[in-house]
Nanobody, 122 residues
Framework: QQQLEESGGGLVQPGKSLRLSCRFS????????IGWFRQAPGKEREGLGC?????????AGVDSVKGRFTISSDNAKNTVYLQMNSLRPEDTAVYYC??????????????WGQGTQVTVSS
């Protein structure tokens, strides 16, 4: 059974960093992507980037997180990370780990985690 479990969310001050983790299981070896989305109340869902489980190449997310957010993976731990630096109040949202089986990153991933809340506030 495929599972995604996010962790690492919480309350953080503006300008600080936070790292989210996504532990995945049940996905066979293959050409699929693991990525992150977020959604804030009243706003559209945003793609934050993704990483290929085949060659570990990454795709960037929306412009507002470029240069601040980085995706990486640890194969031995079956975990993908989202490192978030220089956090801003507008980064406040529920963050979701996703898996896309379509050979690329799309706006309609096939699997979603339960989400973890990130709140950036002083």
């Amino acid at each position: 059974q495929q599972q995604l479990e996010e962790s690492g969310g919480g309350l953080v001050q503006p300008g600080k960093s936070l790292r989210l983790s996504c532990r995945f299981s049940g996905f066979m070896e293959g050409y699929y992507f693991i990525g992150w989305f977020r959604q804030a109340p009243g706003k559209e869902r945003e793609g934050l980037g993704c990483i290929s489980m085949n060659d570990r190449s990454t795709n960037a997310g929306v412009d507002s997180v470029k240069g601040r957010f980085t995706i990486s993976s640890d194969n031995a731990k079956n975990t993908v990370y989202l490192q978030m630096n220089s956090l801003r109040p507008e980064d406040t949202a529920v963050y979701y780990c996703v898996v896309d089986l379509k050979g690329t990153c799309t706006r309609r991933p096939d699997y979603w985690g339960q989400g973890t809340q990130v709140t950036v506030s002083s």
